[in-house]
């Protein structure tokens, strides 16, 4: 940064919208020497000679743009200006406020005087607008020559200083930084040297301290123990585990760390034989450290005498012993699901053969009543034992029912007669079945399920003094005053209430009776999933359970299911007459009665049917005049070929054919599978014929009457 001496001149610029004013600048600063139309005086030849006066380029604009684009443009070829003299009104452009405002912010050390005649801005105002204070000048119109020379002599001077300061400060610091180098090369010198005499000794004490570290990170549980039995050092995972800090363990005997108090050191001598100087292994569970736990032993040795301790790290495998015998649980039900499965399929079978005989006796009963009453008896019976099938294979997941509006009372009527025979004698059954609506949308089987759960478990908390088992059905509208039922949304309700007068359940464990696998029967009495299983029924329908009990008077659970408006399904919509139909059948079925049946049923409405008990004879029987039959019902489990394989041989012949199939069970099959084959419907055994007939009729077109 180059200082400016007398011989150069300083770059003033002057910003006016009045052409005079800049005139008048330029005589008072930079005057012709031929016409200097304000003289500075005649001088005195006695007089003191005076300091040279400064020279000065002045550059004048109109605008405060221009005087921006100018301080700009010095800036880009070298040429600072050291004042500038600005009006602060210059229309049509910007004033003079907002120039010093960029020219500050494009040369922070210009000297910036601030002129006119009047101004609505203070210069308070005016020094906030265009900081810092010290290099803002106000000057009031009209202005004396000679005061505009003094502000141009000691502004120019001030910044000329301030460029000199400027260049000395740099040149100081250039001098400290070099300094400052020096000073840390020499540091840096003596630094390395401390470094390298501390060197061994950091590396014992990070030794020190990554053994530590490594020592205290594992999770699992460490403790050394001496040759005396005592704790000689533990991990913080031990000491967490103990609730203690590591000093206030180490130096006491090894019963305390492995023992209850009132355990009397039992598996503190059983862990103790393994100090033998040999590995061991073990699982075991210490009730002091809250857990099992697979306990390796390892000796220490310092040299090839006897150990001088013994290293016991225990891996806590609760949540693997808990996983474990979930596991079994669930391979159990996986087991009596598959069981269950076979068992329904040849089940569905007979009740198929027992209902279908039945339904063509009614046909032939007349007007023997007794006939008719003792067949609607068996076919009653039926329909329960194929709800059963259905609650069995539900419990074992492996079906999912279709829910449908069903009434409860008539449900939870049947369900208490079949609780009755099960019930030992010192139980009584109270029921109190309201005649309000009770239409709910469910699946018969799972509800009757619920009823039987919470009935089972009721009869169970009373087994040794007997009691009165108390089933209430009733309608609630929610909110009310004097039930609580969070978690619902305002509405009617179904209320299902299952009290009893045993034990009750103590408040500690009331939160957690609806975990799976949670119970507090014995070994052998329970799998602690009933209460589970009905909270996930209840809350697949929407609805909610609740429980209060007190320990010695009893417990009562209470399940709210929405109310639906929707007319319910019937015993009387069942015992509905088939629609007559019409049309060629080619039905099959490998159990021989069943498909005698069938054809029957299918007979006895009008329809012409051809029976076949082996699939691959029917698919020859098809293939010989695909157009001799309308529809094909199939049975999905037979030999040699199922019902799925058929119909895919069948339809590659003829791809309109409509195609009904029947199962006792597979797991494989759904509504949705089945129509991605290009089955026209799919139904379950035992079969109606009114349901048979339906679909046989909706796969033809036909209607159902």
Not at 26 to 45: C, H
Not at 286 to 305: C, M, N, Q, V, W
Request: overall charge negative; charged content about 25%; hydrophobic content about 40%.
């Amino acid at each position: 940064m180059r200082h400016i001496g007398p011989s150069e001149p300083y770059h003033v610029l002057v910003a006016d919208d009045e052409p005079q004013i800049l005139v008048l600048f330029k005589e008072i600063l930079a005057p012709d020497d031929d016409l200097e139309l304000f003289p500075r005086g005649t001088p005195d030849a006695s007089a003191p000679a005076e300091p040279q006066t400064p020279s000065y380029a002045v550059t004048v604009c109109r605008q405060g743009e221009e005087a921006v684009s100018a301080v700009r443009e010095g800036l880009k070829t070298g040429r600072r200006y050291a004042v500038a003299f600005l009006d602060v009104r210059m229309p049509p452009g910007r004033g003079g406020l907002w120039a010093a405002a960029e020219m500050r912010r494009l040369d922070p050390y210009v000297q910036i005087v601030i002129m006119t005649a009047f101004s609505d801005i203070d210069a308070e105002e005016m020094a906030r607008r265009v900081p810092p204070a010290d290099r803002l000048l106000y000057q009031q119109k009209p202005f004396h020559p000679q005061e505009i020379r003094q502000f141009a002599a000691s502004l120019c001077s001030k910044w000329s200083s301030e460029r000199d300061f400027l260049t000395l400060q740099t040149r100081l610091e250039s001098i400290v930084a070099e300094r400052t180098r020096e000073l840390a090369e020499t540091n840096e010198r003596l630094t390395r040297e401390i470094r390298e005499r501390e060197r061994v000794a950091d590396l014992i004490a990070g030794a020190k301290r990554e053994w530590e570290g490594t020592f205290d990170s594992v999770q699992d549980l460490v403790v050394i123990i001496d040759r005396d039995m005592m704790v000689k050092r533990l991990n913080m995972a031990m000491a967490h585990r103990l609730g203690l800090s590591p000093k206030d363990v180490v130096g006491r005997p090894a019963s305390f760390i492995f023992d209850l108090p009132e355990a009397g050191g039992e598996l503190t001598r059983r862990l103790g034989s393994l100090t033998d100087g040999r590995f061991h292994s073990l699982e075991l569970a210490l009730p002091r450290l809250h857990g099992e736990f697979l306990i390796t032993a390892s000796p220490i040795y310092l040299s090839e005498d006897e150990p001088l301790g013994t290293v016991f790290v225990a891996h806590d495998v609760t949540e693997r012993k808990v996983l474990e015998k979930k596991l079994r649980q669930s391979q159990k039900m996986e087991a009596i699901g598959t069981l269950a499965g076979g068992i329904a399929h040849d089940f569905n079978n007979i009740l198929g053969i027992v209902m279908g005989f039945s339904e063509m006796i009614l046909d032939g009963a007349g007007g023997d009543e007794n006939l008719l009453r003792r067949m609607e008896h068996i076919l009653q019976a039926c329909r329960r034992g194929k709800d059963l099938v259905l609650q069995i294979l539900t419990f074992s997941r492996q079906t999912e029912e279709e829910s449908s509006t069903l009434r409860l009372s008539p449900l939870v009527k049947e369900t208490l007669k079949l609780i009755r025979a099960t019930l030992p004698h010192t139980v009584a059954i109270e029921e109190h079945i309201a005649g309000g609506p009770d239409t709910v949308l469910a699946e018969p089987a799972q509800i009757q399920q619920i009823v039987m759960n919470l009935c089972a478990n009721a009869a169970h908390a009373m087994r040794e003094s007997g009691g009165v088992l108390t089933v209430t059905l009733d309608t609630v509208h929610l909110p009310d005053p004097g039930r609580q039922a969070p978690g619902l949304p305002p509405g009617q309700y179904a209320r299902l209430a299952v009290a009893d007068t045993g034990h009750g359940i103590p408040k500690e464990i009331l939160d957690r009776i609806f975990d799976p696998f949670f119970t507090t029967k014995k070994p052998g009495e329970g799998t602690g999933m009933g209460l589970s299983v009905v909270h996930g029924i209840v809350r697949k329908y929407r609805g909610e359970v609740k429980v209060k009990s007190v320990v010695g008077q009893g417990t009562c659970f209470e399940v709210f299911l929405p109310l639906s408006f929707l007319t319910a399904r019937t015993a009387e919509d069942e015992s509905l007459g088939a629609a007559a139909g019409r049309g060629r059948i080619l039905y099959v079925d490998d159990e021989e009665s069943l498909a005698e049946i069938g054809a029957e049923l299918l007979a006895g409405l009008g329809f012409q049917v051809t029976a076949e008990t082996d699939p691959r004879q029917a698919l020859e029987r098809f293939r010989a005049d695909p157009g001799a039959f309308d529809v094909v019902v199939t049975d999905q489990t037979m030999p040699g070929l199922s019902g799925t394989d058929l119909s895919r041989e069948l339809l590659a012949i003829r791809p309109d054919l409509p195609i009904v199939l029947v199962t006792g069970f597979s797991e494989s099959l759904s509504k949705d599978r089945v129509k991605a084959l290009g089955i026209r419907n799919f139904l379950l055994k035992p079969v109606l014929r009114k349901d048979l007939a339906a679909a046989v009729s909706q796969a033809l077109g036909l209607g159902t009457g």
